[in-house]
C-alpha cells in the first residue's frame, strides 16, 4: 500500500518568510510524528498527534513551529518568520495507535533551505 | 531522559565480511529498541525492532540485532555484508518516561567495499 508522503520535496525560501509542509500519513495510522534531521543536531523530535487527543509539542524548538492536523489524517508543519537555522530535512512518520512499541513508517521528508 | 550512543561515526567492512555497528541506550523502564537505515536523499527505511521475548531480532535484508539488558546494548549484526549495504543506520529507543516519541542516536555510516 501506499506509504506516507510529504510534500514539497525540497522548499528554499527567505530568511522572514513563513513555510508550510505537509503530510499524509499511511491510510489508518492514528498516531503521527515530526522530527527535524539537521548536520548539528541529528534526528529530533518536534510534535506528536494521537488520535483526537491533545498533541504533545514538548519538541518543538520555539514558538514559531506550530503544526496541526485535520480530520485525524493529514498534518501540516507551520514555521513562521523562517531562520537560517531552521534549515534541515524534516520528516514525518506515522503508525498504529498501539503505543510506543509500535513501528514508525517514515515520509521522504522535506529538504528546507532558509536563505 | 533517555538517550541513545552510537560510539562509531563511520565503519568500514569488506563485502562478504560479517558487519557490526554498535548501539547503547540509557531508559527507565523497559526499552523498545529500533533499527532503521537511510539511503542518500531518501527517508528512514524500518530494518527491525525489539520488544520483547527473544533477544535475537531478525529483520530485513539479512540483519539482525542483539539485545543485550546487562550492557544496555542492542548491535546491529549482518553475517556477509554486501556493496549495497552502504548507508546510513540509526537506532532508536522509545518507552519509559519520555513518551511514544523516537530518541535517534547519532548514526553511523556504513561503508562497503568490493
Known amino acids: 500500500g501506499a506509504g506516507v508522503s510529504q510534500s514539497p520535496s525540497n522548499k528554499v525560501t527567505e530568511k522572514g518568510k513563513d513555510v508550510e509542509l505537509r503530510c499524509d500519513p499511511i491510510?489508518?495510522?492514528?498516531?503521527l510524528y515530526w522530527y527535524r534531521q539537521s548536520l548539528g543536531q541529528g534526528l529530533e523530535f518536534l510534535i506528536y498527534?494521537?488520535?483526537?487527543?491533545?498533541?504533545?509539542k514538548s519538541g518543538l524548538p520555539s514558538d514559531r513551529f506550530s503544526a496541526e492536523r485535520t480530520g485525524g489524517s493529514v498534518s501540516t508543519l507551520t514555521i513562521q518568520r523562517t531562520q537560517q537555522e531552521d534549515s534541515a530535512v524534516y520528516l514525518c512518520?506515522?503508525?498504529?495507535?498501539?503505543?510506543?512499541?509500535?513501528?514508525?513508517?517514515f515520509g521522504p521528508g522535506t529538504r528546507l533551505l532558509v536563505l | 531522559a533517555q538517550s541513545v550512543a552510537q560510539p562509531e561515526d563511520q565503519v568500514n567492512v569488506a563485502e562478504g565480511n560479517p558487519l557490526t555497528v554498535k548501539c547503547t541506550y540509557s531508559?527507565?523502564?523497559?526499552?523498545?529498541l529500533f533499527w532503521y537505515v537511510q539511503y542518500p536523499n531518501r527517508g528512514l527505511q524500518f530494518l527491525l525492532k525489539?520488544?520483547?521475548?527473544?533477544?535475537l531480532v531478525k529483520g530485513s535484508y539479512g540483519f539482525e540485532a542483539e539485545f543485550n539488558k546487562s550492557q544496555t546494548s542492542f548491535h546491529l549484526k549482518k553475517p556477509s555484508a554486501l556493496v549495497s549495504d552502504s548507508a546510513l543506520y540509526f537506532c532508536?529507543?522509545?518507552?519509559?518516561?519520555?513518551?511514544?516519541?523516537?530518541?535517534f542516536g547519532g548514526g553511523t555510516r556504513l561503508m562497503v567495499k568490493p
Open positions: 532508536a529507543v522509545s518507552g519509559g518516561n519520555a513518551g511514544n516519541m523516537l530518541t
Open positions: 531508559v527507565s523502564g523497559n526499552p523498545y
Open positions: 491510510s489508518g495510522h492514528t498516531a
Open positions: 498527534f494521537q488520535g483526537n487527543s491533545a498533541p504533545d
Open positions: 512518520a506515522s503508525s498504529q495507535p498501539l503505543g510506543r512499541q509500535e513501528t514508525q513508517y
Open positions: 525489539y520488544i520483547t521475548g527473544d533477544n
